[in-house]
C-alpha cells in the first residue's frame, strides 16, 4: 500500500513537470501528460512519433471533471452511467475557454473523453488539478502495451517513469463512440456494441473506416508487430509462426495459443503480449487462424486486419 502511494507521487511529480510518463489502464497502458499543458502534450507526441494530426484521448477520475471542458449531453449520461469507469471513450463538444491544450484536440472542435477503471490510474487523476491526455504506450503504428516491460520494451530510457499496475485486464483498446450527431462507433473496443444499443435503446452507425481519417486505426497500417502477418489460415506455411485459440492435440514449436479453449475474453487479453512474443523468438511471418466474428471477437479481427497491412 505504502509503495503504491510512493509509486503514485513519483509519477505526480513527473506530470507536474509537464514530463511523460505511462500508466496502467485496464485497457492498455497509456503514455500519459497534462493535457492543459502544450508542452507535455508535444512530448507525447514526439515520444510516440505520432503524426499532429491524429488528437489524443483525455482522462479524467470522474464526470464532475470533465465540465469545464465539455458540452455534456443525454447520451453521453446513459452510457456513462452505466459503463464508466470501463472501456468506452466518448466524442463530445469541447467548451469554449477550455484549458486543453490545442495540440490535444489538433485544433478540432470535439473532445475525446475517457474515465479508465484501473484503481492506480484512478489514485493518480484524483491526486491532479488536470486531466491526463494519453495515448496507447506505443511507438505510431506499432503493437499497444499490456506490460510495464512493454513500455519499457517500446521507449527505453525517453520515458520517464513506468507506474506499474501489472498485466492489463481488457488487452484491447477502449471502444470510441461519437456522440455529437447520431451517435456513431469510431472504434471498435473493449466494450461491446451490442451492450451500447442496449442502453441507448437503438442501432448506433459503425464507421470505423472513415475516409477522413480522424480516427484511430484509420491510418492504414496499425497495431503492427512489425512482420507480415496473415489471417483466417488453415495451416502455417514454412517458418511461419501460427496463432491458434485453443489447444490442439498434437502441437508444434511454432504453434502458439491465446486461449485454451477458445475463450474470447482471454484472447483478447493475449493477443497483444502473443504478437509480442512471437516477432521476440525470431519469427518473420505470422498466420493466424480464424477467430470467430462476435462480441469481443470483433475487436481482435478488427486488430489483426489493421496488422495486415504490413
Ligand atoms: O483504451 C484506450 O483508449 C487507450 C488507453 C490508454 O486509454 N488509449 C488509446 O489512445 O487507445 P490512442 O491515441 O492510441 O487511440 C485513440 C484514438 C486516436 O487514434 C484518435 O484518432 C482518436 O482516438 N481520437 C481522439 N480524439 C478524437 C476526436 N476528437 N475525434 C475522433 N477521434 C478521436
Ligand atoms: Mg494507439
Known amino acids: 500500500m505504502k509503495s503504491i502511494q ?43 512519433k505520432r503524426p499532429m494530426n491524429n ?27 452505466e459503463f464508466s469507469p470501463g472501456p468506452i471513450t466518448f466524442i463530445l463538444k469541447l467548451k469554449k475557454g477550455s484549458k486543453i491544450s490545442k495540440f490535444v484536440t489538433n485544433k478540432q472542435k470535439s473532445l475525446a473523453v475517457r474515465f479508465p477503471k484501473h484503481t492506480l490510474f484512478k489514485k493518480l487523476l484524483k491526486s491532479l488539478n488536470y486531466p491526463l491526455a494519453a495515448p496507447s504506450a506505443n511507438i505510431s503504428t506499432k503493437l499497444s502495451s499490456v506490460k510495464a516491460s512493454d513500455v519499457t520494451e517500446e ?55 472513415s475516409k477522413k481519417k480522424v480516427a484511430p486505426g484509420q491510418f492504414s497500417l496499425h497495431y503492427s508487430p512489425g512482420i507480415p502477418l496473415r489471417t483466417n489460415a488453415k495451416k502455417p506455411k514454412e517458418d511461419e509462426a501460427f496463432v491458434l485459440i485453443k489447444k490442439r492435440k498434437t502441437t508444434f ?8 479453449k477458445n475463450n474470447l475474453k482471454q484472447s483478447a487479453k493475449n493477443l497483444y503480449s502473443l504478437l509480442r512474443k512471437i516477432k521476440k523468438d525470431g519469427y518473420k511471418m ?25
Open 155 to 209: 521507449f527505453g530510457a525517453r520515458i520517464k517513469y513506468v507506474l506499474d499496475g501489472g498485466k492489463c485486464q481488457i488487452g484491447l483498446e477502449s471502444t470510441i463512440i461519437n456522440l455529437l450527431g447520431k451517435p456513431t462507433i469510431l472504434r471498435f473496443g473493449g466494450l461491446d456494441v451490442s451492450k451500447i444499443e442496449k442502453i441507448l435503446k437503438k442501432k448506433v452507425l459503425i464507421k470505423t473506416n
Open 55 to 81: 488528437p489524443l484521448i483525455v482522462h479524467y477520475s470522474d464526470i464532475d471533471r470533465i465540465k469545464d471542458d465539455c458540452v455534456i449531453n443525454d447520451n453521453f449520461v446513459k452510457l456513462y452511467n
Open 6 to 48: 510512493s509509486n503514485i507521487k513519483k509519477a505526480k511529480k513527473f506530470l507536474d513537470k509537464n514530463h511523460c510518463v505511462a500508466v496502467p489502464t485496464e485497457t492498455v497502458y497509456g503514455l500519459a501528460g497534462n493535457a492543459y499543458s502544450s508542452l507535455s502534450v508535444k512530448r507525447i507526441f514526439k515520444l510516440k
Open 286 to 310: 505470422i498466420a493466424v487462424e480464424k477467430i470467430q466474428n462476435k462480441g469481443i471477437g470483433k475487436t481482435i479481427n478488427d486488430r489483426l486486419k489493421r496488422a495486415s497491412r504490413y
Open 253 to 260: 514449436k511454432n504453434y502458439y495459443y491465446l486461449s485454451k
